[in-house]
């Protein structure tokens, strides 16, 4: 699950980085930065040396994403690939499975309820961030539509499954379920939050 | 003391927000780590988790304060709030609690004198920072006046206070009403700091 | 060589800062945190309390730093002082400086082959990413020449020297020379990465 969301965001943050005119290390940077973001700040939230640093799997895996990404710019769909369904649906899928990759991780450490919320979302919306501020976007977290809401659904969604005891294999199952199905409603409907 | 300084940053994050026109999340979010940023880097840079993460308390407040924020703005004083004592004033406050709480950790945790100094400074002006990347605007504490020095000044004198002998709660309180005194006075008197 | 790279970064970051107008406090704080920046950034990764923090020693150096950068901009080279050989050559020992003991610290913490070059690349890059996030230039690294590519190669080639038996202290001297060599080879003859 957690290499689905590697793959999914590397594809993501390549295929931005080259709409962006990076040069070539630019884009493998950006490409793994978004692809790993999530995870290296979910593992130093909780005082862990990341994951990513210690085993060599994760950045391979990031690394064939990002060769997916250049070789889908150059089949050369034209205009901005972002808001294309073929970047949107492997995003909704990484984002699912880093909301919950976050959520289990935060409940094996013990945090609050806000802990297992909070290492869900900034799991799931810590690589593309990065990606923002290194390209200089508004954070899509903060003004765009319905994106961060179905990764704090799906943190609240586990953490009250696993208080009335159930397992978190099956917690897990039901957290990507329901952050999957939000994120894809909300692409669909074009859900929007309402400003305050 | 802490959960002062919480409630006066979110206060201050979240009127940011609105004034930023962002949607309901966007202003949660800011308001949030506005809040919480902070402490969350003081304790990551002396390797603990989180204190915001490990209890519930940190984020009630901090939502408490958002819900503030969110009814200041609609009382509706008009222009650029944060300009404004109603802003001004807790945001001093919040910036003394601050300094002081990662003076007083950075001393629990033997660090250096600089250490001291940098980890109030950080704790003080963090989550303002994150804000201002967040928002995109030039970091106030790069440009602004007279907003980290009276940090500074503060850690320092705790360390000080702490080398000759004096008791971390006493030092804590001189450190509050150095950092506090010295930001009120910048503000009344337009201080700024000199271009080298 | 760690006091070379922070005194060489501390020269930069308040070279640019005095090129971007800031005030007193703003030349100290970038010149300091591009300084210390990727170290602290390598500190965290690992789960170690940043060095910085811990003695006196490396601020020290960082001050004496931005004291020489003040200096060498009121001498008053005119124009864009950061494309000139004075900052150029400094910047590059640091970059070699800091790769170095970026591989050297990701070895001992028994990092994956990919740790060891992201520790490499992070420590020498991770300064000036902050001084131009701070700064809100988009991040060199990104779009610039070869500058991340001398960092990636020294840290790939420390971790092969290590593999083979090689002495940590011999395959440090090695990459510390590959890095520097390369950044001063890609600054002379212009070298570039082609886009994707």
Known sequence: MNAVGLLAFAVVGSLR???????ALGVVVLGVMTALGGGVTRDLLVN?????????????VALVGVGLGVA???AGAPGDLTDRSVVLL?????????????????????????????LATVTGVGGGLIGDLL??????????DFYATPAIVGGAT????AVVGVPDQRAAVVCAAVVLGL??????????????
């Not at 862990?48 to 391979?60: E, Y």
């Not at 909300?186 to 305050?196: C, D, F, N, V, Y």
């Open 48 to 60: 862990a040396t990341p994951a990513a640093l210690r085993t060599t799997s994760d950045v391979t």
């Open 135 to 144: 390209l200089r976007t508004v954070p899509s977290v903060l003004v765009e």
């Open 158 to 161: 586990f953490w009250t499954l």
């Open 72 to 74: 889908l710019a150059r």
């Open 17 to 23: 980085a080259v709409d962006a005119d990076l040069d």
């Open 90 to 118: 492997p995003d909704a899928v990484g984002l699912s499975a880093f909301a919950t990759t976050g959520a289990l991780v935060a409940t094996d450490a013990n945090l609050s309820p806000f802990g297992v919320v909070l």
């Open 183 to 196: 994120r894809l409603t909300a692409i669909r409907r074009g859900w929007e939050l309402p400003s305050p």
